[in-house]
């Protein structure tokens, strides 16, 4: 099946504790993306990658790191967590390398820093 | 002005009813537009591509007004099952996708 993973899907943690949240993809899509999406702020792209070992900053990449070591993976990684980057975080992924086409969505990620 | 502009609702719709919505985009330069449906705490998933000409799915309609930058969908029929969020998608300044922040549709029986 055709789809776009993420894990874990739920994590609460404590300010400062380096985490990694894994995102993969069956599809052989060029383009990967994570946004966050907070309420009354829709969703927001953190970083983006048009290839493997390309990568660029979206609009609010500020305390993330990402890395695109493999065509199929795509990890947001908060070395340094704070409470506001609480939020629900989307992994997508798209066909094309310019990422303006359709974009398949994983199922999300709800993270707590307290 | 805002890459991509929706109005939040909630559009409350009887069960059997139409409802349309708009989304106002400001790039001209824009080509690529869409509509995602999300529910609730769930990812986005396409509902359908825009084009220039509008398009008809079943019982959507998306149409593209390029003159006044905006795009909107058409629900008929609406079913209880339509409730949900739907995002307006739209290639931005700097080419990446824009999101708006969604028509919030709720289906009242």
């Known amino acids: 099946e055709a789809q776009v993973t993420q894990n874990p899907r739920y994590l609460i943690t404590v300010t400062g504790k380096k985490l990694t949240v894994t995102c993969s993809q069956n599809?052989?899509?060029?383009?990967m993306s994570w946004y966050r999406q907070d309420p009354g702020l829709g969703l927001r792209q953190i970083y983006y990658s048009m290839n493997v070992e390309v990568t660029d900053k979206g609009d609010v990449p500020e305390g993330y790191k990402v890395s695109r070591k493999e065509k199929r993976n795509f990890p947001l990684i908060l070395e340094s967590p704070s409470p506001n980057q609480t939020s629900l975080y989307f992994c997508a992924s798209s066909v094309l390398a310019g990422g303006t086409d359709t974009q398949y969505f994983g199922p999300g990620t709800r993270l707590t820093v307290l | 002005r805002k890459e991509v502009e929706q109005d939040p609702g909630p559009f409350n719709v009887p069960e059997g009813a139409t409802v349309a919505f708009n989304c106002t985009y400001s790039?001209?330069?824009?080509?690529?537009f869409f509509w995602y449906r999300q529910d609730c705490r769930k990812e986005p998933k396409l509902l359908m591509s825009?084009?220039?000409s509008g398009n008809e799915d079943g019982r959507f309609t998306a149409q593209l007004n390029r003159a006044s930058q905006y795009i909107s969908l058409l629900i008929r029929d609406s079913k209880l099952s339509d409730s949900a969020t739907y995002l307006c998608v739209v290639n931005g300044e700097n080419n990446r996708l824009a999101f708006g922040k969604g028509n919030q549709v709720v289906v009242i029986p």
């Open positions: 790039n001209s330069a824009s080509q690529s």
């Open positions: 599809m052989n899509h060029e383009y």
């Open positions: 825009v084009y220039s």
